[in-house]
C-alpha cells in the first residue's frame, strides 16, 4: 500500500497530507469486503507468548529488576528504563517485561475506526489523523507501557530479547479485519490519500480498479497490524527495538539497536 498518490506499490505504509487529490472516481464500485467485527477466535501469534506461563524462578542470577536511563532521542526525555525478569517460560527462557517512562494506563481499544490510542502521542512524536505511523523512522516506546520480553535469547553470560513496538496496537488490531487477498487491512497495491471536504478529513484507498472511503484511522495504522483469515493481531516485526545485554558484577551493560549504549542497575526488593 503506497501513501499519498504517489503511485508506488506496496511497502511502505499508508498515509498521506490533506488536500491530496483521490485521483480517482467514485464511480468504481467498492472492493468487497469482510463484515466488520472481532476475529474469529483462535488465532493467536505463537510470538506473543498468548497463554503461557511465566513461572517465578527467585534466585537465578538474571532474574529480578533493573533500572537505566533511556539513551539518545527515540523516546521520551530524561526517562527511566525498567526491566523486569519475572522468570522463566515453558522453554526454559527468560520472561517479563521492559518499561521506559511514566505515563497513564492505555484503555482497551473498543472502535475499529477511531484513532488509537485516544491521545495521539507516542513518546516524543505526535501522531496526525492523516500521517501515517510506518513514514515515522522510529517510532518509539509509549511512556509507562509494559512491554513483554520476545524473541528472547539467554545463556551465562547474555540476555537478548525484543520490544515489538506494535504491542501497544494490539487491542485496536483484532478489532479489524484484512483486506481481501491481503495480510492486512489496507490493500497491498494502491493509493492512500486524504483531503479536507467542507472541513471534514475524507480518507480514500484506491488504484485503477477500486474506490473506497474508509477511516483515517486504517489509513494511519494500516503497517502496524498483520491478518490472516481468522483475524488481525498487532505485527510483532513492525519496527522493534532489540536488546543485547551481558551480565557485570549484579547489573547489566549491553546496547540497544546493536549500537546505542544501555547501562541497568539492580533495583532493591
Avoid at 473498543?110 to 496526525?128: C, S
Avoid at 509509549?142 to 494490539?170: K, N, Q
Amino acid at each position: 500500500m503506497s501513501s499519498g498518490g504517489s503511485g508506488a506499490s506496496g511497502g511502505s505504509g499508508a498515509g498521506a497530507s490533506p488536500g491530496l487529490s483521490t485521483g480517482a472516481s467514485p464511480g468504481i464500485n467498492p472492493v468487497p469486503r469482510p463484515p466488520g467485527g472481532p476475529p474469529e477466535p483462535g488465532w493467536d501469534n505463537p510470538r506473543w507468548n498468548d497463554g503461557a506461563v511465566c513461572e517465578p524462578a527467585p534466585g537465578l542470577p538474571f532474574v529480578g529488576r533493573w533500572s537505566g536511563h533511556w539513551p539518545g532521542s527515540d523516546g521520551p526525555e530524561d526517562s527511566q528504563v525498567v526491566l523486569d525478569v519475572i522468570g522463566l517460560d515453558a522453554s526454559g527462557q527468560p520472561c517479563g517485561t521492559v518499561t521506559v517512562g511514566q505515563g497513564p494506563a492505555l484503555p482497551v481499544a473498543t472502535e475499529a475506526d477511531a484513532m488509537y490510542p485516544p491521545m495521539p502521542e507516542v513518546g516524543g512524536y505526535m501522531i496526525e489523523p492523516m500521517g501515517a505511523l510506518g513514514s515515522i523512522p522510529n517510532v518509539p516506546p509509549w511512556p509507562g507501557f509494559a512491554y513483554r520480553l520476545i524473541d528472547v535469547e539467554s545463556g551465562p553470560s547474555r540476555l537478548a530479547f525484543r520490544l515489538a513496538t506494535a504491542e501497544l496496537w494490539r487491542s485496536w488490531c483484532e478489532l479489524q479485519r484484512p483486506w481481501v487477498d491481503s495480510t492486512r487491512i489496507l490493500p497491498d497495491e494502491g493509493w492512500g490519500a486524504g483531503e479536507l471536504d467542507d472541513n471534514h478529513l475524507r480518507c480514500t484507498v484506491h488504484d485503477d480498479q477500486f474506490y473506497e472511503e474508509m477511516s483515517c484511522a486504517k489509513l494511519n495504522l494500516d503497517r502496524v497490524c498483520f491478518c490472516t483469515e481468522a483475524g488481525c493481531d498487532a505485527d510483532p516485526d513492525f519496527q522493534p527495538t532489540d536488546f543485547e545485554l551481558h551480565p557485570d558484577e549484579g547489573a547489566w551493560e549491553g546496547s540497544i539497536a546493536g549500537k546505542v549504549p544501555l547501562f541497568l542497575d539492580p533495583v532493591a526488593p
